[in-house]
Structures are given as C-alpha cells and as structure tokens.
C-alpha cells in the first residue's frame, strides 16, 4: 500500500505557472505507474496526466498537452506536475494516484485504474 500527500497548489492569475508535488510514502514507488487528475466543482474527476513506472512513457490530456510536464523522482519517491500557461478553465481539485504497473511502459487514464489516491489540492486560476 502507499500513501500520497499532495502539495504545490494555490492561486495564480492566467498565464502564470504552478509546480504541483506528490510525495509517496513506501519503498515500493519504482513499481507504481503515477498519474494526476483533477476535479473542476459539479464536473467529474477528469485524467490529466500519467507516467510510466520507468519514467520513460507519459501520456496527457488534449486539454493540458504542450502547457503541462509530469515527471517523476524515484530517488525522492515524488511526482510533480509542472503547470504552465494556465486558464481559468484549468481551476480544480488536483489529485495524484498510484496503480501498480502491469509493465515498464503502461500508463493509464481511466480513474478507475487506480486505488490510491492523494487528498487532492486546490488550484484555482484567476482571469
């Protein structure tokens, strides 16, 4: 089992940036593929981004892609989502999960993939 602590989030006016972190706990977090997502009020947690448990495969949002950089420290045992030229749109509760990878490249966007979840942080950006 693993647990997740999220932190980095805040308010900032669009185009400004935001460096989201994931600190998870265990010796195990090499075997874990991570991923973020996000929940906007009255709207369901949408997938953001992902990375492999190698670190080598990630995958993004439509949405966020080009604006957006997951990557992650295995010697830190943390994820961070680095978050650029951010909108209005981009406001939401964001949450780090862990699943344990089938293989070294598997990344995965469904929500329901992952049973471990962060407490989420809140990112709201202003107009």
């Known amino acids: 089992q693993v647990q997740l602590v999220e932190s980095g989030g805040g308010l900032v006016q669009a185009g400004g940036s935001l460096r989201l972190s994931c600190a998870a706990s265990?010796?195990?977090?090499?075997?874990?593929?991570m991923g973020w997502f996000r929940q906007a009020p009255g709207k369901e947690r949408e997938f953001v981004a992902a990375?492999?448990?190698?670190?080598?495969?990630?995958n993004y949002a439509d949405s966020v892609k080009g604006r957006f950089t997951i990557s992650r420290d295995s010697a830190k045992n943390t994820v961070s989502l680095q978050m650029n030229s951010l909108k209005p749109e981009d406001t939401a509760v964001y949450s780090c999960?862990?699943?344990?990878?089938?293989?070294?490249?598997?990344?995965?966007?469904?929500?329901?993939?992952?049973?471990?979840w962060g407490q989420g942080t809140q990112v709201t950006v202003s107009s």
């Open positions: 990375v492999s448990r190698s670190g080598g495969n990630r």
């Open positions: 999960a862990a699943v344990v990878a089938l293989g070294n490249s598997f990344t995965y966007s469904q929500p329901s993939v992952y049973p471990y």
């Open positions: 265990g010796r195990t977090f090499s075997t874990y593929t």
